[in-house]
């Protein structure tokens, strides 16, 4: 994903085609997978472009979407892959413990004893739950569950967040699952 100015809140993400009229689907980001029609057009990062929802439908994991003046397979095929955004002041401010991921990203984790464990790059959900992806200064990033277990504490404010990490939760040697194949049979 691009990087959007901190003004603007990503709601969404189009992707293919849909049909032959110019809907398309869209992978919206949020609770409610229609909460990005809720809050006027929608534009993209640069807000060179914007789009306004005429028709949204829920199907499976995606909305199906109808955007104004978009009337055909072929405008709707160049909209693959564009995200989303609205401006940030359209929205409520978060209650409590609850975070939009545009201001996590770029934090700091740190583990208990403040040890830099490198900054967040992205914040996934693959349907198990929030996960955050953190960057280490050197080697490969790695997920963690965004959950008050793992992630007790989010300054916004001091720009970190503290990880509590299970021994052994970073290391590369396989993982011993208690299964012996050598006794299968």
Do not use: W
Not at 20 to 32: A, H, L, N, S
Not at 84 to 93: F, W
Not at 94 to 110: K, M, S, V
């Amino acid at each position: 994903m691009s990087s959007a100015p901190s003004d603007k809140i990503l709601m969404a993400v189009v992707g293919a085609a849909h049909g032959i009229r110019g809907e398309v689907r869209v992978k919206p980001y949020g609770d409610d997978p229609l909460s990005f029609t809720d809050y006027g057009a929608l534009e993209t990062a640069d807000g060179s472009r914007r789009f306004t929802v005429v028709n949204a439908r829920v199907q499976k994991t995606v909305v199906v979407t109808k955007f104004k003046g978009i009337n055909d397979r072929n405008a709707a095929e160049a909209l693959n892959g564009l995200e989303l955004y609205i401006p940030r002041d359209r929205l409520p401010e978060p209650e409590e413990d609850e975070f939009y991921h545009t201001d996590l990203i770029g934090l700091t984790a740190e583990d208990e004893s403040g040890t830099s464990l490198g900054r967040i790059v992205t914040v996934q959900n693959f349907g198990a739950g929030d996960l955050i992806e953190i960057r280490p200064p050197s080697g490969k990033s790695y997920y963690i569950p965004f959950t008050r277990e793992f992630v007790p504490t989010v300054s916004l404010a001091e720009g970190k967040v503290i990880c509590i990490l299970p021994p052994d939760y970073l290391s590369e040697s396989p993982r011993d699952d208690g299964n012996d194949d050598a006794t299968a049979g």
